[in-house]
């Protein structure tokens, strides 16, 4: 059976974790595709609620293999103490595997994400300071270590010899900053690797095989698609390829194995961190979806920034990844709204356009047209079927079917696991009667 792509449509922070959960259950293997401990993906079970930065989201699944790709950034000590936090928790980590390919994040790459952000000034990203950008870099460079090295003491200590002296060359006459000790260094990985070795493995067999006998196969993205390297705010953006194309990369599963792109997108827009977001709210409105919604980061405690629906953000994203269909999540935020607003084009300096420029700085001075939907004003956190909706709630969803171009086929209700309704909702199937 082919593949699923679960990845984010927007700004990050979707509900991919829950989604990924929730697929997990029918699924033989979850494999994280991309990005490192910048990420935050949220699962609510019975049990408990836990916020995975690098661990894949099907982990409570224990009948699925959880893999790290080759795509991902691994730090090792973030992803050690999730593994901690998980077993104290009671979670097995048996069904957890990690790519011999996938490279570290080292402790310098935190120092050099924090100083390059400081460098920026009042250009900065707002970036996780989880040393992303610095390993992506090196990454690319051809200068990243791999876990296939980590886990290898001796190669390991000739990789150090080869890449340190250069970055402390740099820390100390570019940026005027402490240099790092290499004993103490490997010291400090030697630890890590010793703990993360029975995880680490040539992990793309494993996923082409299934592949080849028709398991199911889950890739769960992280960060969202305006976030993405290429096509993203640029540069106000993450390091990795945060796409449907990116997925198929980074997790080792080749194109022609995914039949389905679930694009996940909030019933509104949040971003953290710089950059431009034109329907962004700094008003009572603004706070009112931060507040119902808790919209502060999962990863650093951040508040989330807030604002409607960008369906021509959202038509960018679904064209250029081959969104097949959409999950609705936090619909249940909107319940106590009367009007709610989704915007369909923005005005560029006078000039109307659908489309999202390449330009950050032309992005920043779109004002966003909007579209007036009626809100629904009642609860819909128990509702489980279609038929439990508010027709207004069908409505909205319709029109964001219809704005977007993909059938929407899941929506979110609230954050526990269960509170997720399954339909089909068709572009062109506004519901009648319901207008603004
Ligand atoms: P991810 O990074 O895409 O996995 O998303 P995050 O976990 O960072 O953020 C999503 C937040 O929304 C988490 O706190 C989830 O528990 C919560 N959440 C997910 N789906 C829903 C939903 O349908 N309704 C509500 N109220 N909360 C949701
Ligand atoms: P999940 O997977 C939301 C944002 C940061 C910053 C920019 C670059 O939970 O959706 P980075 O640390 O990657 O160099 O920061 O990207 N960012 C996220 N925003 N959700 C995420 O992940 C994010 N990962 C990175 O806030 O603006
Ligand atoms: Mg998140």
Same mark, same amino acid.
């Given at each position: @059976? ?24 029918? #699924? ?117 270590? !791999? ?64 592949? #080849? ?31 449907? #194309? ?9 194109? @022609? ?13 949040? !971003? ?42 959202? !038509? ?42 390449? !330009? ?77």
């Amino acid at each position: @059976m082919p593949a699923t792509v679960v990845m984010g449509g927007q700004w990050g922070d979707e509900g991919k974790g829950k989604l990924t959960d929730l697929l997990a259950a029918s #699924a033989d293997i979850v494999v994280r595709a991309n990005g490192g401990a910048n990420a935050g993906h949220t699962v609510q079970t019975d049990q408990d609620t836990f916020a995975l930065h690098l661990i894949p989201s099907g982990i409570f699944n224990q009948n699925c293999l959880s893999i790290v790709g080759a795509g991902v950034v691994v730090d090792p000590q973030k992803i050690i103490e999730e593994i901690d936090d998980l077993e104290s928790r009671g979670v097995s980590l048996a069904p957890l595997r990690i790519s011999a390919r996938a490279h570290v994040v080292l402790p310098y790459h935190l120092f050099l994400d924090a100083l390059d952000e400081a460098q920026r000034g009042e250009g900065s990203i707002g970036t996780t300071l989880r040393g992303i950008g610095p390993a992506y870099s090196d990454k690319t460079g051809r200068r990243g270590l !791999r876990m296939a090295e980590l886990i290898d003491t001796d190669v390991l200590r000739y990789r150090l010899s080869q890449e340190l002296p250069r970055w402390n060359r740099v820390l100390e006459r570019v940026y005027g900053a402490e240099i790092i000790d290499g004993d103490a260094l490997f010291e400090e990985l030697i630890r890590y690797s010793a703990r993360l070795r029975p995880f680490v493995s040539e992990t793309e067999p494993i996923v082409a095989d299934a592949l #080849a006998s028709g398991q199911r196969i889950i890739v769960e993205c992280a960060q969202g698609a305006m976030l993405d390297i290429d096509y993203g705010t640029y540069p106000y953006v993450t390091s990795s390829s945060t796409s449907a #194309a990116g997925a198929c990369q980074g997790a080792g599963v080749p194109p @022609m194995g995914v039949d389905r792109v679930l694009g996940v997108f909030k019933a509104y827009s949040t !971003r953290v961190g710089a950059g431009p977001m034109p329907t962004e709210l700094e008003d009572a409105t603004g706070q009112l979806i931060r507040d119902r919604g808790h919209e502060y980061g999962t990863t650093t405690g951040r508040p989330r920034r807030t604002g409607w629906f960008d369906a021509v953000a959202a !038509r960018h994203v679904t064209r250029l990844n081959g969104i097949s269909d959409i999950a609705v999540t936090l619909l249940d935020v909107f319940d106590v709204f009367e009007t709610i607003q989704v915007c369909v084009a923005y005005d560029i300096d006078g000039e109307v356009v659908d489309t999202v420029p390449a !330009r950050a700085d032309r992005l920043a001075r779109a004002r966003p047209i909007y579209e007036a939907v009626p809100g629904w004003r009642e609860s819909t956190v128990n509702a489980r079927r279609a038929e439990d909706l508010p027709q207004r709630a069908l409505n909205y969803l319709s029109v964001i079917a219809e704005r977007v171009g993909a059938p929407v086929s899941l929506v979110g209700v609230g954050p526990h696991r269960d509170q997720i309704v399954q339909l089909s909702v068709k572009p062109g199937t506004v519901v009648a009667g319901v207008g603004a």
